[in-house]
């Protein structure tokens, strides 16, 4: 199993431009979810998912959206970059308990916004 | 906001020496889980500690969690350089989202 996979693995935007950060996980996991990590912190939830078709907001959704067509992909799509939103991205899954089981979490994308 | 705190923010011990993180959180939970995340990298889950459990362990890693305090401590018996990385807790609080602590960033020197 190649787990949690992300791409890109690192990404330059300037302000205003859109992009969408790709997640995909093999384990046939219900719950996906997608943190921001800045420095020197501990993450923060942005959006999850608790299965196919089924999403909901985080603790900072702003700026933010997402959309889980399929089990295996939960992709992240910047509507507006801005400078605040420069910070490295995680995506991890995990079984049908949600939070309340072991988080696989991706590499990470780090992204810089100018 | 975040749900855990981690104390102390960093630590710097030498290698073969046991290292203590604490974790505090505000509000009930279901469980609290302990990641490490080594530099530039995801992060690894180490152990899970259910709410009605008050110790548990993995290998060199002992995990206890008093409800009564809010409080949740790591421990890991005789380091080593490998071990340096930060340590994140995180709580599930009986909705549908994890929340993680600001992290401790131990340093084991050879």
């Known amino acids: 199993n190649a787990g949690v996979t992300q791409t890109p693995k690192f990404q330059v935007l300037k302000t205003g431009q859109s992009m969408t950060l790709q997640c995909a996980q093999d384990?046939?996991?219900?719950?996906m979810s997608w943190y921001r990590q800045d420095p020197g912190m501990g993450l923060r939830l942005i959006h999850y998912s608790v299965g196919a078709g089924i999403t909901d907001q985080g603790e900072v959704p702003n700026g933010y959206n997402v959309s889980r067509s399929t089990t295996e992909d939960f992709p992240l799509r910047l509507l507006s970059a801005a400078p605040s939103q420069t910070s490295v991205y995680f995506c991890?899954?995990?079984?049908?308990?949600?939070?309340?089981?072991?988080?696989?979490f991706g590499p990470g994308t780090r992204l810089t916004v100018l | 906001s975040q749900q855990g705190e981690e104390d102390p923010q960093a630590l710097s011990i030498q290698e073969g020496e046991n290292a203590t993180m604490n974790c505090s959180y505000k509000?009930?939970?279901?469980?609290l889980q302990w990641y490490r995340q080594n530099s530039g990298r995801g992060l690894v889950h180490l152990i899970l500690i259910r709410s009605n459990e008050r110790e548990k362990h993995s290998g060199r890693l002992r995990v206890t969690l008093d409800t009564s305090k809010k409080s949740s401590s790591l421990l890991i018996t005789a380091s080593r350089a490998a071990d340096t990385a930060s340590y994140f807790c995180a709580t599930d609080n009986a909705g549908n989202m994890l929340t993680f602590g600001g992290g401790t960033r131990l340093m084991v020197k050879p």
């Open positions: 384990m046939n996991h219900e719950y």
């Open positions: 509000t009930s939970i279901n469980n």
């Open positions: 991890a899954s995990s079984r049908t308990g949600g939070p309340r089981d072991e988080q696989f």
